[in-house]
């Protein structure tokens, strides 16, 4: 924490600077551990500042999302009972099948 006020500090109308966060100005002081020390910093980097926000979801957060509908939908693929209640014409080949999947160890 210390450091990086340092930084920020040392860079104040010195040279440029970009910082990338994910939590408001408001949170800052929960990283911060110290509400002065980070009203410090957001003041001496929004003093000169050009300040962008940006909404929506981000890339990870979307492919994050895209992988778990993915895999949600490969476990629903393989139902057992569900593929099963479509022989009810062939008993015998469903019991097969049943016995099949038992000694397998696949769960339902």
């Known amino acids: 924490m210390w450091l990086f006020f340092q930084l920020i500090g040392f860079l104040y109308e010195q040279g440029s600077v970009v910082v990338i966060s994910n939590l408001p100005f408001g949170r800052w ?3 911060f551990s110290a509400d002065v020390v980070a009203a410090a910093m957001i003041d001496r980097l929004v003093h000169h500042a050009e300040v962008l926000t940006l909404t929506g979801d981000s890339y990870r957060t979307r492919q994050r999302r895209e ?8 476990e629903r693929a393989w139902q057992p009972s569900r593929w099963l209640s479509g022989l009810r014409g062939s008993a015998h080949l469903s019991r097969i099948l049943e016995r099949l999947i038992a000694t397998a160890g696949v769960v339902d």
């Not at 992988?67 to 490969?74: E, G, S, T, V």
């Open 29 to 31: 002081g929960e990283t």
């Open 67 to 74: 992988l778990l509908i993915k895999q949600n939908r490969a």
